[in-house]
């Protein structure tokens, strides 16, 4: 029974001394508000995202991991950025798909006394 009292009055003792010291007790000033982290080097917004621009691309930390609006924003940068060179790749193939069509057409002479 006296053991059981002792480890009662050791609980409500380290409750109070954990409260006090989250708390600050009263006796100091309330911590200043912090402002919130921002990407320290955003995308560039004056030319195309490179390689170089992904792999230095670091996230704040909040308090519950990364800012969704920031990974967000920087996700939809890059993707509608690829779709646009993945758009520009496909049009280029096919003008060189083209290219090499009349290439081929006009590098073939008719032969000489083949006449239809």
């Given at each position: 029974?006296?053991?059981f ?47 170089a ?64």
């Amino acid at each position: 029974m006296f053991m059981f009292l002792f480890l009662v009055v050791g609980l409500a003792v380290v409750v109070g001394a954990v409260t006090l010291s989250v708390i600050g007790g009263g006796d100091s000033a309330p911590l200043p508000d912090v402002a919130p982290e921002r990407l320290d080097d955003p995308l560039p917004p004056d030319r195309p995202v490179n390689h170089a621009d992904i792999e230095t691309l670091r996230f704040p930390l909040a308090a519950r991991g990364y800012r969704m609006a920031e990974v967000d924003d920087a996700l939809g940068r890059i993707a509608a950025e690829l779709a646009e060179r993945d758009a520009r790749i496909a049009d280029l193939e096919h003008a060189l798909a083209g290219a090499q069509a009349s290439a081929h057409v006009s590098m073939q002479k008719p032969v000489e006394g083949d006449q239809q």
